[in-house]
């Protein structure tokens, strides 16, 4: 994660005037515009899945590099009023295109993941992120397939870090997983062995026994 000589950050599907302002970025940030170059990576991630996966990365490469040269804080600043933005916005976001809303989760939820203040999550994230995951287990997101297998991926992912910071949310979300699971009628069996599957990596402390691997992974292939 050190290494920000790696190009490996799916900026290829930039045009080159673009790639080559991110690549100055991860090198030599204090030579760009980083309010530009953090709005071109919230709207990417907006709208590509892949690419909001990676993201975090790349935002954790640039306020490393930004750090050690002029130790600023300019692009995380700039990040975060734009997330915070969005997050505001995510109701109607995920009314107008629900591809657009589970972007949004993966890519806050991998920023979550990657930057930190201390080695500690930063303090700002914890409660947009529990919004955005309590959002994904209301009962009209849980009759989504898409929005579930989100809710399952972020879970997975940061589960555990978030239970640490707040563990009083993470029961009202697990409250409603589980009442998903026993209470409501029409969910899929996909969506249902997901949730069950859930409920249990959590039981295990974040850990899924191979047993249980076994069980939910050749139910998952079938």
């Given at each position: 994660m050190e290494n920000s000589t790696k190009e490996d950050?799916?900026?290829?599907?930039f045009d080159m005037e673009t790639q080559n302002l991110l690549k100055t970025a991860?090198?030599?940030?204090?030579?760009?515009?980083?309010?530009k170059v953090s709005n071109i990576i919230v709207d990417q991630s907006l709208k590509d899945q892949v690419f909001s996966k990676e993201a975090g990365r790349i935002c954790y490469t640039i306020v490393q590099a930004e750090a050690k040269?002029?130790?600023?804080?300019?692009?995380?600043?700039?990040?975060?009023?734009?997330?915070?933005?969005?997050?505001?916005?995510?109701e109607e976001t995920r009314l107008r295109s629900l591809q657009e809303w589970v972007c949004f989760v993966t890519f806050i939820c991998n920023i979550f993941d990657y930057l930190k203040v201390n080695n500690m999550p930063m303090v700002a994230l914890v409660h947009p992120v529990?919004?955005?995951?309590?959002?994904?287990?209301?009962?009209?997101a849980l009759m989504n397939e898409e929005e579930v297998?989100?809710?399952?991926?972020?879970?997975?992912?940061?589960?555990?870090?978030?239970?640490?910071?707040n563990n009083q949310r993470m029961?009202?979300?697990?409250?409603?997983?589980?009442?998903g699971f026993l209470l409501q009628d029409g969910l899929s069996?996909?969506?249902?062995?997901?949730?069950?599957?859930?409920?249990?990596?959590?039981?295990?402390?974040?850990?899924?026994s191979s047993t249980a691997h076994r069980y939910y992974y050749s139910e998952l292939a079938d």
């Open positions: 950050y799916r900026i290829q599907s991860l090198k030599d940030p204090s030579s760009v515009n980083l309010d040269q002029t130790n600023g804080n300019v692009f995380r600043r700039n990040l975060l009023n734009r997330l915070q933005q969005e997050f505001k916005d995510r529990y919004d955005c995951l309590l959002r994904l287990a209301q009962p009209d297998d989100c809710l399952v991926l972020q879970l997975h992912r940061i589960g555990d870090q978030l239970e640490k910071v029961d009202e979300l697990f409250f409603l997983l589980r009442d069996s996909m969506a249902r062995l997901l949730l069950l599957e859930m409920l249990e990596f959590r039981a295990g402390g974040w850990l899924l």
